[in-house]
């Protein structure tokens, strides 16, 4: 399980990065998402969302899908089978 803060929000970026997704932070009234656009894998975070509406739906995003974890260093390989494994409770 993940803390509410900012350094968790940042593990859970530069995994997502990792794995190859770029995660852009914009404004307006949608709900976050990920998305493949022209092979370019983009994550888009409504700006205005809390810290743990941003932790929960990277989190939840991370959970949900299957990823390619053949060229992911050993530590981002452990700290995505550790999130696959658990369930975020905030």
């Known amino acids: 399980m993940l803390p509410s803060t900012a350094h968790s ?15 852009r932070y914009e404004k307006g009234t949608f709900k ?14 409504n700006k ?11 989190y939840s995003l991370i959970q949900t899908n299957s990823f390619d974890t053949q060229l992911l260093a050993e530590k981002h390989k452990q700290f995505l089978w550790s999130i696959q494994q658990t369930q975020l409770a905030l």
């Not at 929000?9 to 995660?23: D, W």
């Not at 976050?32 to 975070?45: E, G, R």
């Not at 205005?48 to 990277?58: N, V």
Request: aromatic residues 4%; hydrophobic residues 60%.
């Open 9 to 23: 929000l940042e593990k859970l970026e530069i995994l997502l990065k990792a794995l190859g997704y770029k995660v």
């Open 48 to 58: 205005f969302s809390s810290l743990d509406a941003r932790i929960a739906a990277l």
């Open 32 to 45: 976050t998402a990920a998305c493949l656009l022209d092979n370019h894998k983009i994550i888009v975070i």
